[in-house]
């Protein structure tokens, strides 16, 4: 500092004869000017972060005779920071803008720590304030755990107005605020705000009437946290006559939460075989299975087909008053068809041995050839992974009563971590990370409804029914791989029926 100061030393010095100068020092270079502490207006005294996090310590500094440093210190959080602004300036600064960003390790455990902010002059005097670090930073924005499909349909009826009961539950790892309802096109429908009351799940249900005409309408949903993080879904809602659906899904839970709870196959896609036309396969694994069909994959609303209370022998659309069909027979497969134009369906039965499977191996036996030689056999398995050599850390145990049912984990529960990214195929297990025997690929990798074989070899059953690398409706299995994002942490588990090419990852207890 001397150093630095000599020139203002020496003009002291050529003053002293005859001219008084206030503030000269000999001992340590500098000019008074104020003789006053540093002044430090920080952003703010608390701030909010969590463990993976950064903050940043914001604030204005400044002092007449110039700040030559700042610390900051925190020993819990290793924080031990002095940034010398002469070594970065050549020079004090009267006035200093400090931001500060420091990253908290992912595995910190404390819940609040103090950060210690010491401003220091060129006349080393000093100014301290604490700033609190808290670990209940609000990040993530909300989630919508129960929302409408992207685009549903309303059918017109002949003796009252069409209705659609809107159901979402939204919820926050902190506070909700409120969260907003709009559609536009319903002459009379206002913006809608419901207040979550500071809660961490708001859930809303309510019948909305719709005029007994055909159009399309937009429902716009928005949910906000306390600290302004937001989250949007919109749906496209149809009034018309019953359409021919694209798809059809087959329901065998009771409620909405369920619907919405796994992380890719509930409810189970089924076939669409003609006009108003689809074919339904299930494995009932015990009698008294209640089904319903369904249209949209997230709600028995608006439509529901199931039997009609006043004839069994005929479906209804109605979910209030819909019965479910029940499967009485276990451990077998349902084959069931539907026409939802005539309101008509019906059941029949196959058993476990007469269905088949894409698998031309005895599943656990001795009896894959790993070199393709003749020179080395292991035991047959399959599972999920990246490769065939990671398949063998995920291997899925065989059902004791239907050899084309398959389970993961064997045992015990499997953890999934919300918002967590997964990436696998379904591939048989090999050492050296052979591919192309048996494997299956699914029809979109985010939102995964069925799984098509996809054996490049070739290495199929010639029993089976089903076309290698082939869907139903003939339209090629592309090299899509599985990649599902968790909404909701738990344990789970992943069952996968290699006869029907369905998989789902369902929550477990």
Same mark, same amino acid.
Request: hydrophobic share 35%; aromatic share 12%; glycine share 8%.
């Given at each position: ?9 020496l ?22 000017v ?5 002044v430090?207006?920080?952003?703010? +005294? ?6 993976? *996090? ?21 020993? &819990? ?45 060129? #006349? #080393?005097?000093?100014?301290s ?42 919820? &926050? ?37 719709f ?13 906000? &946290? ?5 989250v ?34 509930v409810?189970?896609?089924?076939? *669409? ?30 439509i ?26 276990? +451990? ?40 393709? +030689? ?18 063998? +850390?995920?291997?899925?145990?065989? &059902? ?48 995964i ?52 090419g ?8």
């Amino acid at each position: 500092m001397r150093t630095r100061f000599l020139k203002v030393s020496l003009l002291c010095a050529f003053f002293a004869a005859g001219v008084f100068v206030t503030g000269c020092s000999d001992d340590n270079g500098y000019s008074d000017v104020d003789g006053e502490s540093p002044v430090a207006v920080l952003k703010t +005294n608390h701030i909010q972060s969590g463990a993976g *996090h950064d903050f940043t310590i914001e604030g204005t500094l400044t002092d007449a005779d110039g700040i030559s440093a700042i610390k900051l210190e925190c020993a &819990d959080l290793y924080l031990n920071k002095t940034i010398d602004l002469i070594e970065i300036y050549g020079e004090p600064k009267t006035s200093y803008d400090l931001s500060y960003k420091f990253s908290i390790s992912k595995d910190e455990v404390g819940e609040q720590f103090t950060v210690k902010v010491t401003v220091v002059d060129v #006349g #080393g005097r000093e100014t301290s304030q604490d700033v609190l670090i808290t670990m209940d930073g609000d990040f993530e924005a909300p989630v919508f755990t129960i929302a409408p499909d992207k685009t549903i349909t309303v059918l017109m009826k002949a003796d009252r107005n069409p209705q659609y009961t809107l159901n979402f539950t939204v919820t &926050d790892d902190r506070k909700l605020d409120y969260a907003t309802i709009e559609i536009p096109e319903l002459t009379g429908f206002e913006t809608r705000t419901v207040n979550a009351e500071g809660k961490s799940s708001l859930t809303f249900k309510e019948a909305i009437v719709f005029p007994n005409a055909s159009q399309v309408y937009t429902i716009n949903l928005t949910a906000y &946290d306390a600290v302004g993080n937001s989250v949007a879904t919109t749906c496209n809602l149809t009034v018309s006559e019953m359409p021919d659906f694209e798809k059809m899904y087959l329901a065998d839970v009771a409620t909405d939460e369920e619907l919405n709870s796994d992380v890719f196959g509930v409810p189970m896609v089924i076939n *669409h075989t003609g006009e108003y036309q689809y074919k339904a396969r299930y494995y009932n694994k015990a009698a008294g299975t209640e089904i319903f069909f369904l249209p949209q994959k997230t709600s028995f609303t608006p439509i529901c087909f199931g039997l009609d209370p006043e004839d069994s022998n005929k479906l209804t659309d109605d979910p209030e008053t819909a019965k479910p069909i029940v499967l009485d027979t276990p +451990n077998v497969y349902y084959e069931i068809d539907i026409n939802v134009k005539e309101s008509t369906y019906s059941i029949k039965t196959y058993s476990v041995s007469e269905a088949t499977n894409p698998i031309n191996y005895e599943y656990g036996a001795q009896c894959f050839d790993v070199w393709e +030689n003749g020179s080395e056999f292991i035991n047959f398995y399959i599972g999920w992974g990246s490769s065939p050599q990671d398949a063998g +850390n995920h291997l899925f145990a065989q &059902d004791p009563n239907n050899p084309h049912l398959f389970y993961y984990p064997s045992e015990g529960t499997w953890s999934l971590s919300s918002g967590e990214e997964m990436n696998f195929i379904i591939s048989n297990y090999h050492p050296g990370g052979w591919w192309d025997h048996v494997e299956w690929r699914c029809d979109n990798s985010t939102e995964i409804e069925k799984f098509g074989y996809y054996s490049k070899k070739n290495d199929v059953n010639p029993n089976w029914e089903g076309t290698n690398m082939k869907w139903e409706d003939g339209s090629s299995v592309q090299d899509n791989w599985v990649k599902p994002v968790v909404a909701n942490g738990g344990n789970y588990r992943f069952e996968f029926d290699a006869h029907l090419g369905r998989g789902k990852i369902v929550p477990v207890n």
